[in-house]
């Protein structure tokens, strides 16, 4: 028992160092608790069904020793869903919840003695959280904006706006049209789409080109 605890605790321990080192909300505190917790129920499972084997009279009944980690895993989800942190369009934390749920199959592996299983997935978790990412910033990654512009009437057209975005390589997925009758304002809403490798460059010349035209009183990006 002490041997596979202390295997969820040293792979739980490596899983959750980067977490906190990235300043992740499911640090290296809760990723430890998280997968010893798994490994302790497991060990729970297993000492359930051989005790209750081994009671006289109930040869004919036998636990479930798999019913306590499913449970686990179920419950693990609620842990994982308060990881996740959603601000608009911008959604933190899902790598967070999956390695939080990670670590708590890791741990239901050693608790059942499989460490063979459990080492494994560990090299494979550090993998993914060491490696990976010097490998994603070579890969071209879609990324969205909104852009919200504020003219004057007849300052810009719709067509002039997305001849524009196009020159810049910005491709326009959705446009929404406001007019304001009071104040005499019209207003373009525009999502564009670009490479997340050009985010700060698109957003100083999307800027730039557009509150040098005569007329447009703001522009935001967003």
Not at 101 to 106: E, L, Y
Not at 169 to 179: A, D, E, I, N
């Amino acid at each position: 028992m002490l041997l596979r605890l202390g295997a969820a605790f040293l792979a739980s321990f490596i899983i959750g160092w980067e977490r906190q080192s990235h300043g992740r909300p499911a640090g290296l505190r809760t990723t430890i608790l998280s997968c010893v917790a798994a490994a302790v129920a497991m060990v729970i499972s297993e000492l359930v069904f051989v005790q209750a084997g081994a009671m006289p009279g109930v040869s004919s009944w036998r636990p479930d020793p798999a019913r306590l980690g499913a449970g686990i895993l179920t419950g693990i989800g609620f842990l994982g869903g308060g990881a996740i942190l959603k601000h608009s369009d911008y959604v933190l934390g899902v790598t967070t919840a999956a390695t939080l749920w990670f670590a708590t199959v890791v741990g239901l592996a050693f608790g059942a003695g499989l460490f063979a299983v459990g080492w494994l997935a560990v090299a494979v978790a550090l993998i993914v959280l060491y490696v990976l990412p010097s490998l994603e910033r070579h890969i071209r990654t879609a990324a969205y904006a909104t852009l919200k512009i504020t003219t004057r009437p007849g300052a810009l057209t719709l067509e002039q706006l997305q001849t524009k975005l196009g020159g810049l390589g910005l491709q326009v997925t959705s446009l929404k049209l406001g007019f304001d009758k009071e104040m005499g304002f019209t207003t373009f809403i525009t999502a564009v789409k670009f490479t997340k490798q050009q985010l700060m460059a698109n957003a100083h010349e999307v800027m730039n080109l557009f509150s040098c035209i005569p007329g447009v009183l703001k522009v935001e990006w967003d």
